[in-house]
């Protein structure tokens, strides 16, 4: 069992930067690649970004590439998301999740919201 709490979210002016960190307890965090992932409001969540297990690589989706970066610490057990440039778009709330086989996400977090002003 793994649970995960987000935060860092905020109000950001466009073009402005916030980091969010996602702590996890429990074991092995070293095993499950890590994502991040996101909802507007009236929309679907969609995927942002994830981490392999260890660290050394990433996948984005288009809509965030060039302007956010994920890095994990495992030693800490967090999993941080850097964004970059943000767009009053990027308003959303944020959750980050754990994948066990690197697929479907078996855990979630509560999720931290991102609002970013024009």
């Known amino acids: 069992q793994v649970q995960l709490v987000e935060s860092g979210g905020g109000l950001v002016q466009a073009g402005g930067s916030l980091r969010l960190s996602c702590a996890a307890s429990g074991r092995a965090f070293s095993t499950y690649v890590m994502g991040w992932f996101r909802q507007a409001p009236g929309k679907e969540r969609e995927f942002v970004g994830a981490?392999?297990?260890?660290?050394?690589?990433?996948n984005f989706a288009d809509s965030v590439k060039g302007r956010f970066t994920i890095s994990r610490d495992n030693a800490k057990n967090t999993v941080y998301l850097q964004m970059n440039n943000l767009k009053p778009e990027d308003t959303a709330i944020y959750y980050c999740?754990?994948?066990?086989?690197?697929?479907?996400?078996?855990?979630w977090g509560q999720g931290t919201q991102v609002t970013v002003s024009s």
């Open positions: 999740a754990a994948s066990r086989l690197g697929k479907d996400y078996d855990y």
């Open positions: 981490i392999m297990r260890s660290g050394f690589s990433t």
